[in-house]
């Protein structure tokens, strides 16, 4: 978290900075760092609340989530990496770790010994459980400004938005 303005200043984000610029792009802009911001100041949160409620991070968790997803199967380093949009050495530090502890298990991989596969212990699983329904209450709560009605069109609207974003930058059609 960043520290509090000096002398009672008053925290200013960079859409408010932006109210006063030039004519050109600026709702677009506006939008972009409302986004972003909400986007920050809910993941800020969430970091938080994991710290304090679980003594874990948010990347722990991200990784805990993807492989709870895959089921028992597993997931390569690459492929966690990939879904986590991170590096593999990233992830092999937190694996490393959240094995030690017993959370996730690693598995040879007999084609390719370099290879190994990562997968919830029982144990992972059950912390899992526990660290995502407290994160989906947060969540919830950190939303409950918005009545359903609102959700679902914000969730419509930044829907459309992606595809439009992914379709300026040659991925998939808007």
Avoid at 41 to 53: F, K, M, P, T, Y
Wanted: glycine content about 10%; charged content about 25%; proline content about 5%.
């Amino acid at each position: 978290m960043s520290p509090p303005p000096p002398d009672g200043a008053v925290a200013v984000d960079a859409e408010t900075l932006l109210a006063d610029a030039p004519a050109g792009h600026k709702r677009e802009l506006r939008l972009w760092l409302c986004m972003l911001a909400c986007a920050n100041l809910i993941e800020g949160e969430v970091r938080r609340r994991l710290r304090l409620a679980f003594g874990t991070t948010l990347p722990r968790f991200d990784l805990l989530a993807q492989l709870d997803r895959a089921g028992v199967e597993g997931l390569t380093l690459g492929e966690v990496s990939r879904r986590m949009m991170v590096s593999n050495g990233n992830v092999t530090g937190i694996a490393a770790r959240l094995v030690a502890e017993g959370l996730v298990a690693r598995r040879a991989n007999p084609a390719d010994r370099r290879a190994g596969t990562l997968s919830l212990t029982v144990r992972g699983r059950r912390e899992f459980a526990r660290q995502s329904a407290a994160h989906e209450e947060w969540i919830a709560e950190l939303l409950a400004g918005l009545t359903p009605a609102d959700q679902a069109a914000l969730h419509r609207l930044l829907g459309r938005a992606k595809g439009g974003a992914r379709a300026a930058i040659g991925g998939e059609p808007a």
